[in-house]
């Protein structure tokens, strides 16, 4: 196993279970005692885990995975929500793109759409997230907008006041957004204010609005409200969903696609 394949084992665990034994560690990734001790090291000097005697914590109660972390979690639901999500837009939309793992596999099913191979622009794609905008840059049939601002290297999303420049000067036809947590009450959230208040902001600028989440993301709040659920048109998610929270989107307001 690679370094990196083994940090983010051991990441997931520890963000799964909130503390981990150096000796537990070694057993579930088959490696020695000594392997993980270094490494819990290695990423308690990234300030990615904090370091106990024996083992290690999750970095705080707020603790945020960068998104090259984050990328095995709940893989096949993200991309089968991620085609349903692209099938929502028509050729010649302006879409906007949050950051995220969930909204960077819909911008690859937006790019593999047969439909959306040819056009001037085929679609217009704006997006706050370096990520996404570099995978889709090199498809000449769809038109990328950055919207400028501060990298944040967690999400790789840019935000601050270059960013609500942009958006202020533009519509979209639908914002997808990808969220920490969504719940019927406290609506959409992030971790973060500056990229919560990007999120609000694109969402302001569109038609209408799809949060697209994962049901572990459901009931869930986060420390930044993005948006309240009346704000939201459509809820894409997993079979895994609870009927019961299914049904209370669904009494807000929301078409909810579970797939």
């Excluded at 997006?127 to 995978?135: G, K, Q, S």
Aim: glycine content about 6%.
């Amino acid at each position: 196993m690679s370094r990196d394949a083994r940090w983010k084992a051991l990441l997931e665990l520890l963000v799964e279970r909130g503390r981990l034994d150096v000796e537990e560690a070694a057993a579930e990734l088959e490696v020695s005692s000594a392997t993980i001790r270094r490494d819990f090291d290695q990423l308690a000097e990234q300030q990615m885990l904090v370091r106990t005697r024996g083992g290690a914590v999750v970095h705080g109660v707020s603790y945020e995975l960068p998104l090259r972390y984050k990328t095995a979690r709940h893989a096949s639901e993200k991309q089968r929500i991620a085609k349903a999500v692209a099938d929502l837009v028509a050729p010649g939309e302006a879409v906007g793109l949050t950051g995220g793992t969930t909204t960077t596999e819909v911008a690859r099913a937006l790019a593999v759409r047969s439909d959306l191979a040819s056009g001037s622009p085929a679609l217009t794609v704006v997006t706050n997230a370096l990520n996404i905008a570099n995978e889709l840059a090199v498809r000449p049939q769809f038109k990328i907008v950055v919207t400028g601002g501060v990298a944040r290297p967690q999400s790789y999303e840019l935000i601050g006041p270059l960013a609500d420049g942009v958006l202020a000067q533009i519509t979209i036809d639908v914002a997808v957004l990808g969220v920490v947590g969504f719940d019927v009450t406290h609506g959409a959230a992030a971790h973060d204010e500056a990229e919560a208040a990007i999120n609000r902001l694109l969402c302001e600028r569109a038609e209408r609005v799809v949060v697209a989440a994962d049901s572990s993301k459901l009931g869930r709040r986060a420390f930044a409200r993005i948006c309240a659920v009346d704000a939201v048109d459509t809820l894409v998610t997993d079979t895994a969903a609870a009927p019961d929270t299914v049904r209370r989107f669904e009494e807000a307001g929301l078409t909810v696609i579970a797939v």
